[in-house]
T-cell receptor
Framework: QKEVEQDPGPLSVPEGAIVSLNCTYSNSAFQYFMWYRQYSRKGPELLMYTYSSGNKEDGRFTAQVDKSSKYISLFIRDSQPSDSATYLCAMCSGAGSYQLTFGKGTKLSVIP | DAGITQSPRHKVTETGTPVTLRCHQTENHRYMYWYRQDPGHGLRLIHYSYGVKDTDKGEVSDGYSVSRSKTEDFLLTLESATSSQTSVYFC????????????FGPGTRLTVT
């Protein structure tokens, strides 16, 4: 079993829809949870990070972490065509380990 | 954008030749990383550095070496390139207190024929 599982999609939604992106993980030591967005032929850019469990909101984006279920989510409200990209989840434990473990990414298309 | 540049941006080379990729940062961040990204595998860490001359291996380090003689530069060397090393290579940086916030460069597309 991979440490981090992420459905690669592709996921296609109409403009204005609510998008839900998810990752599951197996390593209970993970404490930091990140979401990156990657446009085609560009480097990933950090969208949000969350420490431990809970929710975090930033504009149209909400990140949720459920450590009891080892499940994280990213919600995008009022999706826009400019949100079309690949979304990568990433995790690390901290505490002396500085390596991020990435999911394979979910490709999202928002159709006008 | 964080001040990270990678060179070259594209390279085609032949099997068996040595290749060096360069990452340059202007942010004075302590940590620097090299990743490769392949379809079906996602981003995988090759090597990372936590200071000048301080480096460590990542998940897929076989066939790669790195060097960091200055804070701003991190070099990735393929001693003898193989076709399996055809990939997109990304450099990333982070502050040592916020290692979980990594900022990525634009990538180098390497093809080994």
């Amino acid at each position: 079993q991979k440490e981090v599982e992420q459905d690669p999609g592709p996921l296609s939604v109409p403009e204005g829809a609510i998008v839900s992106l998810n990752c599951t993980y197996s390593n209970s030591a993970f404490q930091y949870f990140m979401w990156y967005r990657q446009y085609s032929r560009k480097g990933p850019e950090l969208l949000m990070y969350t420490y431990s469990s809970g929710n975090k909101e930033d504009g149209r984006f909400t990140a949720q972490v459920d450590k009891s279920s080892k499940y994280i989510s990213l919600f995008i409200r009022d999706s826009q065509p400019s949100d079309s990209a690949t979304y990568l989840c990433a995790m690390c434990s901290g505490a002396g380990s500085y390596q991020l473990t990435f999911g394979k990414g979910t490709k999202l298309s928002v159709i006008p | 954008d964080a001040g990270i540049t990678q060179s070259p941006r594209h390279k085609v080379t032949e099997t068996g030749t040595p290749v060096t990729l360069r990452c340059h940062q202007t942010e004075n961040h302590r940590y620097m990383y090299w990743y490769r990204q392949d379809p079906g595998h996602g981003l995988r860490l090759i090597h990372y550095s936590y200071g000048v001359k301080d480096t460590d291996k990542g998940e897929v380090s076989d066939g790669y070496s790195v060097s960091r003689s200055k804070t701003e530069d991190f070099l990735l060397t393929l001693e003898s390139a193989t076709s399996s090393q055809t990939s997109v290579y990304f450099c990333a940086i982070s502050e040592w207190t916020r290692f979980y916030e990594q900022y990525f460069g634009p990538g180098t597309r390497l093809t080994v024929t």
